[in-house]
């Protein structure tokens, strides 16, 4: 069974342009969740999609954040513009349900670098 | 809100020595909690979880960790490390009442020295 793929793994990108990471989740995996480690803190939650709903976003740090997940099934963060505090790893987690306490599968992130 | 605290950010230690990671939460309500763990160039892993019942929960590679509610935390242990150990090991906490958002500590690098 494949886990939780993320893509790029790596991105270097400059202040003012924009990029794209994608999710992929395992297969039958209704809920789809982003987070953000910026260097040296603590992991940071997002948004929370159930299918192809945005569940929460709370956690989206402003509008130049856009997260899609069309038919339910892969996802999508744009950032645009980027500016250098957007600089982090990105994480991607799914799960089947949402029983408070089910485990996460998360994927191996995406290195973002805003120069 | 919650917040998790993990003190040490980097943790050596030599091979087959103990360990322990430290793990204090801030909450005013029960929650559940968690250790996770990232191995070099991997995602992050569930190691091992509290959710109710009895306070010691082991792990599958012989990790165990104790909730302490009276003193909101939740450390892990392991008596004898081995070199596959190293990886960053993360604390976390969720709200039964805010579904299945998670609350991460900072992280602590554990690297075994051989």
């Known amino acids: 069974e494949a886990g939780v793929t993320q893509f790029p793994s790596h991105s270097v990108i400059e202040k003012g342009q924009t990029v794209t990471l994608r999710c992929d989740p395992i297969?039958?995996?209704?809920?789809l969740y982003w987070y953000r480690r910026v260097m040296g803190k603590e992991i940071k939650f997002l948004l929370h999609?159930?299918?192809?709903?945005?569940?929460?976003e709370s956690g989206m740090p402003n509008n130049r954040f856009l997260a899609e997940r069309t038919g339910g099934t892969y996802s999508t963060l744009k950032v645009q513009p980027a500016e250098l505090e957007d600089s982090g790893v990105y994480f991607c987690?799914?799960?089947?349900?949402?029983?408070?306490?089910?485990?996460?599968?998360f994927g191996s992130g995406t290195q973002l670098s805003v120069l | 809100a919650q917040s998790v605290t993990q003190l040490d950010s980097q943790v050596p230690v030599f091979e087959e020595a103990p360990v322990e990671l430290r793990c204090n939460y801030s909450?005013?309500?029960?929650?559940?909690l968690f250790w996770y763990v990232q191995y070099p160039n991997q995602g992050l892993q569930l190691l091992l979880k509290?959710?109710?019942?009895?306070?010691l929960v082991e792990s599958i590679n012989g990790f165990e960790a104790e909730f302490n509610k009276s003193q909101t935390s939740f450390h892990l242990r392991k008596p004898s490390v081995h070199i596959s150990d190293t990886a960053e090991y993360f604390c976390?906490?969720?709200?039964?009442?805010?579904?299945?958002?998670?609350?991460f500590g900072t992280g602590t690098s554990l690297t075994v020295i051989p």
């Open positions: 987690a799914s799960s089947q349900g949402v029983t408070v306490g089910e485990k996460l599968f």
């Open positions: 509290y959710l109710s019942g009895s306070t």
């Open positions: 297969s039958g995996h209704d809920n």
């Open positions: 976390a906490v969720s709200d039964p009442n805010t579904g299945n958002q998670f609350y």
């Open positions: 909450s005013s309500v029960s929650v559940y």
């Open positions: 999609f159930v299918k192809e709903s945005k569940q929460d």
